[in-house]
């Protein structure tokens, strides 16, 4: 700021004035040097505090000078008017001094004004307000000071001018005249007396001249006289004092005009001081041819007459150099005033300037701290400079912008707090395999996370803000889901868990639902949180579980005495074969026979139970996949050439790592199968596909199996893996169980639909690789790890 | 204001002002200066001085010896004043030649009174055997010059003043430096 001015200012504070001072915002600390970044904020302030203290007093100590060089002067100016000598020789410095110090002051005014100026066109804050002070400081000093100015000027010429009065000088006239007559008088007083003496002298020519000369001095009271002869030739003489000096030679004025036959009388003034009258007579010649004589009579003139013509003289002399030098007296005293004015003036102004800037430079920083903070700069401190009001002022200033900035780190904070639990929230949504869908007071969808999605087969996510009914649309699962929902959002429950079983082309979906109604004002619904969770493989599980278990039973129990049974059977019949005859034989071998029969077929049944029972024990090869297709294929169409196999293999299918012998389980079941459902259909074929997928970055194997049989019962789609499901007259039901565990086992996913075209379709998504399998599969190793911990 | 003073008091030491008929002579002890300063007196000088205002006479002497290529060696400098006063009382002119030039006050020194103001300002301007420089000074190998100056001025203004009336001249008037060689 300010500068600059004195402002400046100001110049490292926080972003105060710039501006004003421009000062930087000290928040720049670069970060390079720790213990700048450490101390570097503190002590940058600190210096920057004392050395504008600094330069403030530095600008009292400026101007207190400068005042006193200004008293100084102005003295010093004013000692001069009365013509006093003790200052006669510094007369010109302190004209010189004065008038460099008013031209010092001109330029600094000028400079100030013009700064202002450009202040005030720039509307620069403040400037305005500083102008205006300034111009009613001016006013209130320029007014009383032309004033002063004015008059001073005017009685100064009324009273050089009232000594030029013309009774002055009429009296100083007729003062002269009076003791010019009066020493006139005087003068022919004396001029008579000489004449006198002179017509004696010439009447006795013969009396001793010098007795004579000294008998009349003293009764005329001249203090000299002589009688000359031709060419200053002192004939005799007679003086008051005793002097080794001749007598004064007459001047050729005088012997000018005795030669003339004239006395002569004239008024002198003596080098000591005093005054003489000096009268000259000449003396009758002796005789003819004789040298011319002339008497010269020397009178003293009395003291007090003496010192009264001085007076007299001297005022005339006087009052004659006044009125040489009355113009130029007025003009100079004239001109001293001036400057003595302008000296002030100037004085006064800047001391307005000073005082206007003192005032307004708060009131700057205010406003410049007040835009900083509107633009958002909280960090802004304003200098405190005074203990005033204005002080204070800036105190609450500086106060509420800490308050402020304090507030919004606080805010800022709260709200990082809430960015962040909203990010945990939204990874737990994410991560969560439960779906949850938050729905808004009307049922708009306000979060949907992305197993919400997965489970309903819907991208949900990207719904939100839609209503239900947008989210629903074309997706069947989704539609299930909300009708089954709405029901009981309708019914006005507040908090409810049931279990939602939905249709979906690839089955059934068991879902288990939870619902709080989230409170809003006026006890209104303010929102749903739905929670909700695909149990469609826990309950499969379980039941897989619990078939297992009875499975294990029934090879462990019924397998045991079906030995024996058959056993006993065939003992049975050899033992009575050759005894009984006739029907009776054919009775005996008949039953032994059924028996056998079905006990072997029990065995068999009994073998698959604990087929499908049986604990995984895997041997993990890398092999071709595609290869092994084409070989069970190769297979069948040997087994059943009525029947076409199309096999459609991604060439781009690697090795993967599976057991293989369980994966030509898989593809027998498949086949079989789906040969069983063609038998007796005309045109039957089997679709096989191999696809290589990418999903969530681990590679998995699709194949497809299809056929165009008359496809899964549509009632019992949902339980088509359970054992002993099954549509056929023959068979276990346990095909398609087993093909799902091998598939668990694996780490793969199974699903079962029908095609739209009719016929069966089974898709199988197996990891390519040992890794994969962990990484998409938890629940497989889980099992496995279950089964081996039942095992052991 | 000051137009007014200026065209009021025009110039009043206008007229011829220089030195005439100098000579240097020796006695046995002292250069000699003789000459006559022809004063710039006109009508206004004289009523000037009838109101009691001195005319004063400041007389510059400057020996100085001449070298090359150097300022010139200054070997003796004195400076006279005379003044010339009207005695209103006695109607007489009043010449002070007072030989101490420091204060040319009129009370002491050698002062003559005349009766006119023609024989007075003669009286004034009149150098008669002004000891300028001693014999023993001066080195008869060498070369020297006797500068002389003139100022007249009119009126007692006090030192103020004068500085502050630096915009008027006419009070004052000086003759350029005359030059003489110092004839031994």
Redesign the interface.
Known sequence: MAPEPIDKPAATEPPVIESLAGEPPIDETPAVDPVAGLFGVGLKRRIAMVVQTLRRWGAYALIGVAALLWLIGLFALTR??D?STEF?HY??WI?LFNAVLLVGLLAVLTYKITQLVREYRKHQPGSRLKARTLMLFGLLVIGPLLMVYFSALYFLNRGIDSWFHVEVRQGLSDA?EV??SS?NLRMSEYLERTEDLAAAFTREPNVSRMARLDHERRLTGASELTIFGQHGRVIATSAELLSADAPTQPSD?IMLQIRQGQPYA????L???G?VIRTAAPLSPEGPGSEPRTLVAIYPVPERIAQL?DT??RA??????M???R??????F???LTLVLLLSLLAAVYGAFFSAQNLVRPIQDLVAGTRAVAKGDFNTRLPLTTRDEMGFLVHSFNDMTRRLSRAREETTRVQQAVENERANLAAVLAGVSTGVISLEADRRIRVANRAAGTILGADLEAGAGQTLAEAAAGQPLVEQFIQAVELYLDAGQTQWREQITLQASSGRRVLMCACTTLLGEDEQPGGYVIVFDDITTLLQAQRDAAWGEVARRLAHEIKNPLTPIQLSAERMRRRFRGRVEGEDEQVLDRATNTIVQQVEAMKQMVNAFSEYARAPDMKIVRFDLNQLVTEVSDLYRAQDPRVAIRLELDARMPEIEADRGRVRQIFNNLFTNSLEALEGQENGAIDVESKLEESQGTRLAEIIVSDNGPGFQRDLLGQVFDPYVTSKPKGTGLGLAIVKKIVEEHGGRIEADNRPAGGARVRILLPVSEAGRAATAPRAERSRSEARRERA | MAVAAIGAYADPLTGTFELRNAAIEHDDHSYLLSAQVQLPVDDSVRDALKQGLPLRLELEVEVSRPRRFWPDATLATATEQYELTYHAVTDRFRVDKGSDGASAAPANGDATTYSDLDSALAALGKIDRLPIVEQAAVDDARRYNVNVRATVSVGDLPATLKLLMFWREDWKRSTEWYAWPLSQ
């Open positions: 001069t008017a013509n006669s007369h010109p004209l002269m003791s010019r020493l004025e004239s008024l002198d003034v080098p000591g001081g005054y013509t007299v003289q005339y002399t006087q009052y004659g150099e009125t040489y030098l113009e130029p007296l007025k003009i100079t004239g001109l001293l």
